[in-house]
């Protein structure tokens, strides 16, 4: 669990610190005194990115070079951990540098080696996206979840992402008449290779969250159907050519959607919006009790104001599933303080 939480240069605060309770932490504060940048300085200390930040230099207070968020976890009854990330703008001192560093205990690590350290699932209002929006969201949905708890996946995305972006860039190069198909080989090796081992992770997880479903009283009318952009030899070949006319890759995990169905009916399309923040809670569920059962860990959980977007029946099912797990919620609202007794109260100013 979080024990404490200090920011510095990030985002809205200067120089904070924060101790956290064991179990409910109410954060309270009036809009843009912060409230959604506390669970974002969280996020970045389980995740290692935040979740609405386009670039790095926006977690950086205004008119510094440098932020840092820092964390210490209690492991065990006598053992606990510091976390810790640094975020500027790719220049500190004149000098050029990395515009995220990651410490574990003082020592510098990769983003990969923080990863299920600090397990966390955020619930945000936005998230209706996940059933209504593009299909790059419920992909990052799929990521976020896997990369804390598979270090195998997180591995093969991470190869898959570079080997895509120098095969889009090789298939530029073609169209210009600067190289040819030959250039794409090795690529072509690692995006088939890594790519499969994506969409087999994604498609077990989403096999998870229907035989979840299927036990849920409350769920059972849902399905998660994995729309799967397969990616292999035949069907690269498939599209060599409209791949070069394009610039870019036509198939493969990047391409993926998954469908969310309330008996059979596509709820991106038909859904009403009460239902469509039913199916993200559900998609919420499911990658909770995941990813307790993969990494062996109750996760924290992050609610930032959802209380207001959800009726009586998904209000009390979030309540039920707080119960026995940290949790960090914020509101406007002094008031939704009183709905969670013995909860620890964190007054923004």
Known sequence: MLTNLRLSGFRNYVESEYD?????????????????NFLEAIYLLGVGDSFRAKRTEEM??????????AGEIRLAKDETMTLEVMVNGGTVMGKVVNKRKYLVDGVAKRRRDILGLL?????????????????????RFLDSLLIQVDKVYENSLTTYDQALRRRNRILDTIREGTANRYA???WDGLL???????S??????IQYINDLFKKSDLFNRLEVVYDMSTVSQSRLEQYKEAEVAVGYTLVGPHKDDL??????????????RGEQRMAVLALKMGEIYFMEEKGG??????????FSELDETHKGEVLRVMSGRQVVVTTADEGDGKMFKGAKIIKLV
């Open 20 to 36: 956290l309770a064991e179990g409910v932490n109410v954060v309270i504060g009036e809009n843009a005194k912060g409230k959604t």
């Open 60 to 69: 950086v207070g205004f008119g510094l070079e440098l932020g840092k968020v």
């Open 119 to 139: 397990p966390l699932v955020i619930f945000r209002p936005e998230d209706v996206e996940l059933v209504s929006g593009s299909p790059s969201p419920r992909r």
């Open 184 to 186: 794409l080989a090795f």
């Open 192 to 198: 088939i290779k890594h790519g499969q081992i994506v």
């Open 200 to 205: 087999e992770k994604r498609r077990e997880l």
């Open 259 to 272: 469908l969310v169905k309330d008996k059979g009916r596509d709820l991106s399309t038909y859904g009403s």
């Open 297 to 306: 860990k109750k996760v924290l959980l992050l609610l930032d104001d959802i």
